[in-house]
Every structure is written in structure tokens, then in C-alpha cells.
């Protein structure tokens, strides 16, 4: 089931050109975040979520829940028992905003950065198995965030963990005492 929903996700988003505009508010976003990925991990990890930009993005909340999520259930599947996750939401000197989700899990070797994002790439099978997942979450979060015209710089250390950060430029940031608007445009 999961599979044909990420499917159907996939090719509705890259059918679109544009998604609806409105007022994500990231408190609430963070919070569902923090829940999720507690629910995931069942314990079993450090978990931490820091709202550093005090600040909302203009975009899709659906769209942006789905990325987000991918991302922050990736770092619990692939980060071994007693491992942390931190998600942090920061604002960039450009004035931009970076909400980036950060594990020492397993880590992914170089050679498999550029085709990490990728429908249905996986760098290790057996472990894909173990933890399930089908294998179109990053480029599902990919689409969603070209969507947003923003993008997903990816670290990896093998065995340290990586950080899948989400780069959203000036454009798309609101302050957070901003009355959502009609005629916002990003």
C-alpha cells in the first residue's frame, strides 16, 4: 500500500509545475515532526528539535509535511538503536532558511551521493529490507523541495551519520508574527 501511495505522490508532484501558496507555520510543523519521528523510533533514539529561525516559510504544508517527513522517518531507519536525530530549523545569512535533519546512522559512501535521490535507488539492499521503506521518499522530498524552488544538500560520513538539509532561498521565508495574506506571493 505504501508503495503505490509514494508512487501516486511521486507522479502527481512531478506532473506539476507549481503547488498551492500558503502560510506554512513551522511551530506546528516541527511538533508534528518531533512526533513522528518519536513514534518511529519507539524509544530507541536521542531525539531533538530546535526551531533556531523563528520563522515560516510560504509553500505548501502538505507538500513540505510529506518531504520533511521522508526525511526525519529515513534518519530513524537508518540510525542503530541508542543514535540520535537532531532537526534543526535555522535562518541562513542570505536570509534564507535551512531545516536540516541530522543522524549518526550508518552513513552512505560517496560514490552513492549523486544517484541518492534517485526512484527506487537503494546504496545497500539488505539493509533496505530490514528497515523498510520503498525507496522514493528522497526523491519524493527532491520534487517537492524543486517545487518550493529550493534544494537538498546532502553530507554523508560512513559511520558517523549524515545530514539532509533542505535550503529554502529569502523568497520563501516569512517572520513569524506574519498574518498570512492573500496576495503573498514568494
Not at 503505490?4 to 506546528?28: C, G, I, N, Q
Request: charged share 25%; aromatic share 4%; with cysteine.
Amino acid at each position: 500500500t505504501q508503495l503505490v501511495e509514494d508512487l501516486l505522490t511521486l507522479s502527481r508532484l512531478e506532473a506539476r509545475d507549481t503547488l498551492p501558496e500558503e502560510h506554512v507555520a513551522m511551530a506546528p510543523m516541527l511538533a508534528t515532526l518531533r512526533r513522528e519521528a518519536e513514534a518511529l523510533s519507539q524509544g530507541r533514539h536521542r531525539i531533538s528539535v530546535v526551531d533556531e529561525a523563528q520563522a515560516d516559510l510560504w509553500g505548501s504544508t502538505k507538500e513540505l509535511h510529506s518531504a520533511f517527513s521522508n526525511l526525519v522517518a529515513n534518519a530513524v531507519r537508518y540510525t542503530p538503536a541508542d543514535g540520535e536525530i537532531d532537526v534543526r530549523f535555522s535562518r541562513d545569512a542570505d536570509g534564507g532558511a535551512t531545516l536540516a535533519v541530522r543522524d549518526t546512522g550508518y552513513g552512505i559512501p560517496s560514490a552513492h551521493l549523486p544517484r541518492i535521490t534517485e526512484r527506487f535507488y537503494r546504496v545497500s539492499t539488505s539493509r533496505s529490507r530490514e528497515s523498510g521503506g520503498t525507496g522514493l521518499g528522497l526523491a519524493i522530498a527532491k520534487h517537492v523541495l524543486g517545487l518550493h524552488d529550493a534544494r537538498l544538500d546532502i553530507a554523508s560520513d560512513v559511520g558517523k551519520g549524515s545530514t539532509f538539509a533542505c535550503r529554502f532561498g529569502p523568497a520563501r521565508v516569512r517572520p513569524r508574527d506574519a498574518t498570512p495574506s492573500a496576495t503573498m506571493t514568494p
